[in-house]
Every structure is written in structure tokens, then in C-alpha cells.
């Protein structure tokens, strides 16, 4: 299993990013993918997550309004390879790393993280 997250950046507050996970080597049809962030000096957060086979998905409420969270348009969950999540008006509190995480048949799956910065 590798999960692969990208797209993180230096933005204004207000700005926008898209993080994408790009994942591959399993062939499970049935399970989540998560977005985690953590600050320096704060624990690791659940940000937002959606079921890939339902299409449920799970915001924090800090985050709610603001972030989506989306798969590409695979044919099915097999074949899909990529769960996004698109950041809008985004705050100097979003400044964090950025991990995805893949939760199939009772494990975790960690990527490596992409630093989200939002400075003027």
C-alpha cells in the first residue's frame, strides 16, 4: 500500500490549495481515506475522510464550509487513484502538515505529509 499526498504550498490567508493522495498497490474496493494535518507543537488532527465505496464523507468543524474532500471519477473504487481535498479561504490556523491516511480492512496506512502554509 502507498499513498502519495502533494499540493501543499505557501498561500495567503483567503487562499486557495487542492491537496491530492495518490494511492496505489492495494485492490480493495471497500475503504476510507483521510486527511490529518499537524501543527508544530500540536497533536495530529482528523481534518476530513470519505468512505470511498459510499461516498460518505466526515469534516471537523473547523474546517466545515471551507474544505471538500472528493475522489476522481474512477469506475470504481478498484481503480480509483485519487482522493483530493480542495482548501478555500484558508486561515493562518490551517498552517500545518498535511497527511493522508488510508484505513482498509482494519489497518492504517500512512503517506508522507506536504506542508500547508498560510502567511502573508
Known amino acids: 500500500v502507498q499513498l502519495q499526498a502533494s499540493g501543499g504550498g505557501l498561500v495567503q490567508p483567503g487562499g486557495s490549495l487542492r491537496l491530492s493522495c495518490a494511492r496505489s498497490?492495494?485492490?480493495?474496493?471497500?475503504?476510507?481515506i483521510g486527511w490529518f494535518r499537524q501543527a508544530p507543537g500540536k497533536e495530529r488532527e482528523g481534518v476530513s475522510c470519505?468512505?470511498?465505496?459510499?461516498?460518505?464523507?466526515?469534516?471537523?468543524?473547523?474546517v466545515k464550509g471551507r474544505f471538500t474532500i472528493s475522489r476522481d471519477s474512477a469506475e470504481n473504487t478498484v481503480t480509483l487513484k485519487s482522493v483530493y481535498l480542495q482548501m478555500n479561504s484558508l486561515q493562518s490556523e490551517d498552517t500545518a502538515v498535511y497527511y493522508c491516511?488510508?484505513?482498509?480492512?482494519?489497518?492504517?496506512?500512512w503517506g508522507q505529509g506536504t506542508q500547508v502554509t498560510v502567511s502573508s
Open positions: 470519505i468512505s470511498v465505496r459510499s461516498g460518505t464523507t466526515y469534516y471537523t468543524n473547523s
Open positions: 498497490g492495494f485492490t480493495f474496493d471497500d475503504y476510507d
Open positions: 491516511k488510508a484505513f482498509i480492512a482494519g489497518l492504517d496506512y
